[in-house]
Nanobody
Framework: QVQLVESGGGLVQAGGSLRVSCAAS????????MGWFRQAPGKEREFVGC????????YYADSVKGRFIISRDNAKNTVSLQMNSLKPDDTAVYYC?????????????????WGQGTQVTVSS
């Protein structure tokens, strides 16, 4: 089992950047594929991006492609989401998630463990 804790959310102006991170407990972090999801008020949770176990492969939702970058540090048990050129539509609670079979996916039911989320608010 793995526990996930997000940090780094906050308030930023449109066009700005923000980095959110997710720290994982346990010694098997490198065996998990990791994903980022977000949920805006009144909307369903949506896929943002994912990264494979080694960190060499990433995949992004079209809405964030070219603006967001996911990276991981298996030695430090962390995964990060660098968000650039932020828009008000990016305002949401951001969640990291871990898939124990190590295959990154775009559906939330493909992930087994979730963090508590961190709020990101982008002002216009």
């Amino acid at each position: 089992q793995v526990q996930l804790v997000e940090s780094g959310g906050g308030l930023v102006q449109a066009g700005g950047s923000l980095r959110v991170s997710c720290a994982a407990s346990g010694r098997t972090f490198s065996s998990y594929a990791m994903g980022w999801f977000r949920q805006a008020p009144g909307k369903e949770r949506e896929f943002v991006g994912c990264i494979n176990r080694s960190g060499l492969s990433t995949y992004y939702a079209d809405s964030v492609k070219g603006r967001f970058i996911i990276s991981r540090d298996n030695a430090k048990n962390t995964v990060s989401l660098q968000m650039n050129s932020l828009k008000p539509d990016d305002t949401a609670v951001y969640y990291c998630a871990a898939a124990k079979f190590g295959v990154p996916g775009t559906r939330d039911d493909e992930y087994d463990y979730w963090g508590q989320g961190t709020q990101v608010t982008v002002s216009s």
